[in-house]
């Protein structure tokens, strides 16, 4: 499927960007296994003024095996230069294993690599919550490089309650200094 430049589909549509290339869109369907795969590919995005290059989606779908992937890269501009981002997103049993990696193009490093596991345990939380779902996130070891100091991203776990959030050593080091968050945050007056 190709799809022309169309501004007023992306207006009705409600999309928050707009596409001035054609954004080419492939994809496989197994009716036998349910297994299906789908491929995005957009030269040019267009989001207010500015222009993010280069982006390609890829997903997968396989039943058999009760496991979906999805991966993903773009670049796009910030204040500090352009930023080129990878990610992964594999799901598996409730759990959504995500993997990203960014940098921004420039004389001074400044990038790194995030991983985190979420294992959803309700969707939609009851009604009433202070939160839309019950879900548990798991911090892996990653770093985030500014110029010449990198932090390490350490293990840690947020568990998302319908009422309050738990934050279970959620730290980055660099050696010299050190950001560490263990608490409770939630509507009632003891959290």
């Known amino acids: 499927l190709t799809l022309k430049p169309s501004p ?6 409600g999309l928050p960007v707009e596409y001035p290339d054609d954004v080419i869109l492939t994809g496989h369907v197994d009716d036998s296994t349910g297994y299906a795969t789908v491929n995005l590919n957009a030269p040019y995005l267009i989001q207010g ?7 390609h989606v890829f997903g997968v779908l396989d039943p058999t095996q009760s496991h979906a992937m999805v991966y993903g890269t773009t670049q796009y501009p910030t204040k500090k230069g352009d930023m080129a981002v990878a990610f992964t997103l594999k ?3 409730n759990v959504i294993g995500s993997h990203i990696d960014w940098e921004i193009i420039r004389a001074i490093p400044l ?12 969707l939609p939380s009851p ?7 019950t879900a548990t996130m ?13 932090w390490q991203i350490e293990p840690g776990t947020l ?3 319908p009422d309050k959030l738990l934050v279970d050593n959620f730290a980055l080091d660099t050696g010299s200094q050190r950001i560490d968050i263990t608490g409770t945050i939630g509507t009632d007056n003891d959290n």
């Open 8 to 13: 007023a589909l992306c207006h009705m549509l």
């Open 49 to 55: 003024q500015k222009i993010i290059e280069n982006t």
């Open 91 to 93: 799901a598996k049993d």
């Open 111 to 122: 990038n790194g690599h995030i991983d985190f596991d979420i294992a959803l345990h309700s």
């Open 127 to 133: 009604t009433g919550s202070a939160f839309p779902l």
């Open 138 to 150: 798991e911090m892996q070891p990653g770093s985030i490089n500014f110029g010449d100091e990198t």
């Open 159 to 161: 568990a998302m309650l």
